[in-house]
């Protein structure tokens, strides 16, 4: 059974603060995923990875980076947060090449005041 | 940029209906299209997808079709049940850019008993 696990469930930052939020998961899959969900707008994605090292921009990157040092995790950083980025941060991971499922992480929701 | 449109955002119907959700999407090198469901404080799962090479595929009382000419692709669910009731995304990925994956904002589904 696929397990894609974050760190927090819930965190609150003050704006200004950098913060992190990390994804593991126990299948191997080469594809990881970090989304921002919020009402309307459905699942955005900030940036992925196909390979330990490697990233791409998703459609919404701005303000924040990524990290994936090993295959099992991902890292999202937002460098300053800002209170436009309080969301619902999900991720998620998948199988080598674009038609596999993804199967996603619990969610992190970040308030920032 | 490539974007996916999905209609309507909510949807309410009588138990044992059928509900349609439609989906357009642009980048025309899009060749896989997932459809995810997502409980109330749940994390999204795949329910059904369906590749560019077929048309129609059904999963009990899911279906879904797709027309690559017009790109567009629907979900049919028949004889609703009120476990149905939850936040439905469509995507689509296309294999330019590294796999990368567009969802749709959702559609809200209410199943009334």
């Known amino acids: 059974d696929v397990k894609v696990t974050q760190s927090s469930r819930y965190l609150v930052k003050r704006t200004g603060e950098k913060v992190f939020l990390e994804c593991v998961q126990d299948m191997d899959h080469e594809n990881m995923f970090w989304y921002r969900q919020d009402p309307g707008l459905g699942l955005r994605l900030i940036y992925f990875?196909?390979?330990?090292?490697?990233?791409e921009k998703g459609d919404i990157p701005e303000g924040y980076s990524v990290s994936r040092e090993k295959k099992e995790r991902f890292s999202l950083i937002l460098e300053s947060a800002s209170t436009n980025q309080t969301s619902m941060y999900l991720c998620a991971s998948s199988g080598a090449g674009g038609r596999e499922t993804q199967y996603f992480g619990p969610g992190t929701r970040l308030l920032v005041l | 940029g490539e974007n996916v449109e999905q209609h309507p955002s909510t949807l309410s119907v009588q138990e044992g209906d059928s509900a349609v959700i439609k989906c357009t999407y642009s980048d025309s090198a899009s060749n896989y299209f997932p459809w995810y469901k997502q409980e109330l404080g749940k994390r999204p799962q795949l329910i059904i997808d369906i590749r560019s090479n077929v048309g129609e595929k059904k999963d009990q009382r899911i279906a879904v079709t797709l027309n690559k000419t017009a790109k567009h692709f629907s979900l049919h669910i028949t004889e609703t049940q009120p476990e149905d009731s939850a936040v439905y995304f469509c995507?689509?990925?296309?294999?330019?850019?590294?796999?990368?994956?567009?969802f749709g904002a959702g559609t809200r589904l209410f199943v009334k008993a």
């Open positions: 995507a689509a990925t296309s294999n330019t850019g590294g796999f990368k994956t567009i």
């Open positions: 990875s196909y390979d330990v090292k490697m990233k």
